[in-house]
């Protein structure tokens, strides 16, 4: 599979969108690696129809005119993996759901930590809103691309 990349810089810092021919498989923080979203290797192309799009409709959320996406989004990852990602496409914008309450949504309540893991490995971020993930004591816990990032997420979620 070929994939192209586009960076894109955001109120959240830079981020690498990421597409194959079949849909978005990335928004990666700057750091990241582009093995997370399942690419050895991608090629620069600012005009891939897909990745403008992705930047259109972030500009828009960033903005405050978009609470859902609408992309081809294609998750590359193990079963469990997708379960939990497929999950966070359900938490609405501007609330939140525990790592628990995730497991549970998969029929896997004991699945705390995995939930978590996967949570972390998350490959398309803020349109798969991992950010929206909270610790059963309410607190912001892990989030790839730092909790700063994760806070002004949220807020920006809740109109602060």
């Given at each position: 599979m070929n994939y192209v990349y586009k960076m894109v810089t955001t109120p959240v810092g830079k981020l690498k969108l990421?597409?194959?021919?079949?849909g978005l498989v990335g928004i990666l923080w700057e750091?990241?690696?582009s093995n997370r979203a399942g690419?050895?290797?991608?090629?620069?192309?600012?005009?891939?129809p897909i990745?403008?799009?992705?930047?259109r409709q972030l500009c828009e959320y960033f903005a405050g005119k978009r609470q859902s996406f609408a992309l081809p989004i294609v998750f590359i990852g193990t079963d469990f993996?997708?379960?939990v990602w497929n999950a966070l496409l359900t938490i609405p914008y501007g609330h939140t759901k525990t790592y628990k309450e995730i497991a549970k949504q998969i029929g896997n309540e004991r699945a705390l930590?995995?939930?978590?893991?996967?949570?972390?490995k998350?490959?398309?971020s803020?349109?798969?809103?991992c950010h929206r993930v909270i610790g059963t004591s309410g607190k912001l816990t892990g989030f790839a691309g730092g909790l700063e990032k994760k806070a002004i997420l949220l807020n920006l979620e809740r109109g602060k």
């Open positions: 990421m597409a194959s021919e079949t750091k990241d690696d690419a050895k290797s991608a090629l620069h192309d600012k005009n891939n990745l403008a799009e992705t930047e993996q997708k379960r930590r995995a939930v978590g893991a996967a949570s972390s998350n490959p398309i803020i349109i798969a809103p």
